[in-house]
């Protein structure tokens, strides 16, 4: 009979090197909105976006009015003609690693991002893949959210609408609004005051 011992076996420790610095809910916030190219071939992109959105506590407004908190409650997979209207990630965990599902929504007009503290820069940035589409943006109470973010937004050209405020994390909005002003030239640019929360 072949005794082991605990002591002889060494164990290996991978301690977290310089710069890697996700935590273990990252990594999670990662997987549940990381697009799946099969899951968006098979279901197409505005179902697989409302998935996204849904799976993340969002909410999500059809082209034919229809509005959609609850995941659940997703048509049959067959009905492939919905199309995406409207999304509001308000109180979500949605973040930059799901915008990618933006792409190849062809009739959504609108996003909603108010109080959301997975948005950050990277997630204003992957606004652009709903460049051609977007008309109307909210950004409001996201504290990872800054000046350099807030001007990525440049790129989108459609926009007629965009709403800021209660950003803690950027230091000169009304430059940010001065900058996206002049290169948005057919969007109106609001504040608190003069918008109504959706």
């Known amino acids: 009979m072949q005794r082991c011992c605990l002591g002889s076996l060494t164990r290996k420790v991978f301690l977290p090197q310089k710069g890697q610095t996700r935590s273990f809910w990252e990594y999670v916030n ?10 968006i071939k ?10 996204w959105v849904l799976r ?3 909410k999500v407004t059809w082209a034919d009015g229809k ?15 919905l199309k995406l209207l409207e999304i509001d990630g308000s109180d979500s965990s949605i973040s930059h690693y799901g915008f990618s599902h933006l792409d190849g929504c062809t009739m959504l007009k609108k996003i909603v991002l108010h109080n959301n503290k997975y948005i950050d820069d990277r997630a ?7 460049k051609d589409v977007l008309s109307h ?8 959210v800054t000046d350099p973010g807030l001007k990525e937004m440049i790129v989108l050209k459609n926009l007629t609408t965009l709403i800021l405020f209660d950003l803690p994390s950027v230091q000169n909005l009304a430059e940010c609004k001065q900058y996206l002003g002049s ?16």
């Open 30 to 39: 990662m997987m549940f909105n990381k697009p799946d190219m099969n899951r």
């Open 42 to 51: 098979t279901v197409g992109p505005d179902r697989a976006c409302a998935e």
């Open 56 to 58: 993340n506590g969002g």
């Open 67 to 81: 509005k959609l908190a609850d995941y659940n409650l997703l048509p049959p997979e067959e009905l492939k003609s």
């Open 124 to 130: 204003i940035k992957g606004l652009e893949y709903g």
């Open 137 to 144: 943006v909210q950004v409001s109470k996201c504290i990872n």
């Open 183 to 198: 290169g948005l030239p057919k969007c109106e640019i609001k504040g608190e005051v003069e918008s109504v929360k959706v």
